[in-house]
């Protein structure tokens, strides 16, 4: 597609609940990130794939969070017992350079999915 | 761990007025990064500043990176509604660190 897809767009979990985000990343790009925005912050980085190797998970807040990209395209993001802390907007971006972060191509980023955990 | 705040946290002015965007931190970074996202949406770059003290003009948007590359400034003349939104900035802490670190975000309202 044209954008980075992501589903749901919203997610309201029992706690305790396990979820799963999806991603659909720009078809050819390398790149993809998943960060994590609370309200009224910034976005905070989770873990970044190349393709479908996870070369970084040091965002990632407990081992209740998993991501994984087993074909280097779609990502999933996973989370276990969810907990009200976990409450927040899940951003995925892509890019088609491994360097996204220093030149004007950038990051391409999803719209979210708003998790809220009651 | 690298923070970046910017300042002000929010911003309401009217349309035809100037303002400025602040982003500073303590640490260096190899590129800079601002970004305008919408209620609902994900950011969306604007543009990617790399040489200490590099100018870059956008329309009525000039985006300046402090020459030490541990701050930048966001400054928007003639402010339109359509200004209106959260700015970010983001920094890369050095090259072929993909991972972006995020300003506290700047979240600014032109009244019309």
């Known amino acids: 597609g044209a954008g980075v897809s992501q589903s749901p767009r919203y997610k309201v979990a029992k706690r305790g609940q396990d979820v799963a985000l999806r991603c659909d990343p720009i078809?050819?790009?390398?790149?993809l990130f998943w960060y994590q925005q609370a309200l009224g912050q910034g976005p905070e980085f989770l873990t970044y794939?190349?393709?479908?190797?996870?070369?970084?998970k040091s965002g990632l807040p407990s081992d209740r969070f998993f991501a994984e990209r087993p074909e280097g395209s779609v990502s999933t993001l996973k989370i276990q017992r969810t907990q009200q802390e976990d409450s927040a907007v899940y951003l995925c971006?892509?890019?088609?350079?491994?360097?996204?972060?220093?030149?004007?191509?950038?990051?391409?980023f999803g719209s979210g999915t708003r998790l809220t955990v009651v | 761990t690298q923070l970046l705040e910017q300042s002000p946290q929010f911003l309401s002015i009217q349309e035809g007025e100037n303002l400025t965007v602040y982003c500073n931190s303590s640490?260096?970074?190899?590129?800079l990064q601002w970004y305008r996202q919408e209620p609902g949406e994900g950011p969306v770059l604007l543009v990617t500043?790399?040489?200490?003290?590099e100018v870059k003009k956008l329309k009525r948007l000039t985006f300046q990176f402090g020459d030490a590359r541990k701050d930048s400034s966001l400054h928007i003349t003639a402010a339109q509604p359509g200004d209106t939104g959260l700015y970010l900035c983001?920094?890369?802490?050095?090259?072929?660190?993909?991972?972006?670190?995020f300003g506290t975000g700047t979240r600014l309202t032109i009244i019309p």
């Open positions: 794939f190349q393709n479908e190797a996870q070369l970084d």
């Open positions: 983001a920094g890369v802490p050095y090259f072929g660190n993909e991972k972006l670190t």
């Open positions: 078809s050819g790009h390398v790149s």
């Open positions: 971006a892509s890019s088609l350079v491994l360097s996204p972060g220093t030149g004007n191509s950038g990051y391409t």
């Open positions: 500043v790399v040489t200490g003290g």
């Open positions: 640490s260096v970074f190899s590129s």
